[in-house]
């Protein structure tokens, strides 16, 4: 598993906006559009996209009923168009969640063509001197997220 580095350098109302960011390898390992690679974090999955150069992280988690959405295939999608005329693009930019079939943009973890309000859970990736990070902003995933980089450097203390 790779290390950690925690951040305080957001402000918020109500103080610092806590960050934790987790190094998951680095930028070439990732390199592959058109591919989900999985990122075990704990208990967490993490699946992790590379479309035209940008990545995109999503919890491996749908939020239709729960299913391995980040196990999916990701392909393109057919295109609204004129009757009798089919028109396919979007390819790479879609997965399709092996449950249902509900299919969410790469890029913006929403439901394709705005079927559905409900979206996938996004995370950040910062890509810094050749290595990836998640990084979690949520308080529990930071908790959890530090106390795993503690349990990895051998425990407090
Ligand atoms: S659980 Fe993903 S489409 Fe139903």
New binding site residues.
Partial sequence: MAGTHPSRDNIGADGPLERFEWQIGSAADFAAEGKCRIVVIGDLQVGVYVFQNHYYAYRNF????????CR?SVGGAMLPSEPGVFRYGLEGRIV???????AFDVTTGRTAFGIDRRRLISYPVIERNGSLYIEFKRPHEIAAARLLSINDAGGPG
Wanted: charged letters at 10%; a positive charge.
């Fill in positions: 749908c939020p239709h009923r729960g299913g391995p959405v999916g399709r969640c092996p449950w249902h079939l509900w």
